[in-house]
């Protein structure tokens, strides 16, 4: 059975690599290792090894503590469900995009989605 951190980080290191928009295959090989693992690691079947963790946040250039925020004693005692928006590629893809935009107009655009969301 998956363990509960396994999944979270997991979930994390696919999300960096997303926002990065790096493939499986570049981060495994700038780790040295096959694609397949990071698949594995990614959907929580494979712990990730300290060193290994080590050596994945040099690539995703984000500190190992990165990889177990959000995560919280309450979710260790319920069932692996994270709700968590950034697990899906339409909402990286998104967040991505904004990143893109400059910022004058990101801020515009950000003004606009809060006035849209406080009418609904």
């Known amino acids: 059975m998956k ?7 997991g979930q994390r290191v696919r999300q960096r690599r997303w926002m990065l ?3 499986q295959e570049q981060l495994a090989t700038s780790v040295g290792i096959k694609f397949q ?10 712990r990730v090894s300290a060193s290994r963790l080590w050596d ?8 190992v503590a990165f990889f177990f925020e959000g995560l919280e004693k309450k979710q260790l005692d319920e ?4 709700g968590d928006i950034l697990t899906d590629k339409e909402a990286l893809d998104l967040v991505r995009a904004y990143y893109a935009i400059p910022e004058p107009q990101r801020r515009s655009l950000f003004d606009l989605a809060r006035v849209l969301s406080d009418a609904a």
Do not use: S
Request: proline share 9%.
């Open 3 to 9: 363990h509960p951190v396994d999944i979270h980080v």
């Open 21 to 23: 928009g790096m493939t």
């Open 37 to 46: 693992q990071i698949q594995k690691y990614e959907t929580g079947a494979n």
């Open 56 to 63: 994945i946040a040099a690539t995703l250039d984000v500190p």
């Open 79 to 82: 069932a692996p469900e994270y």
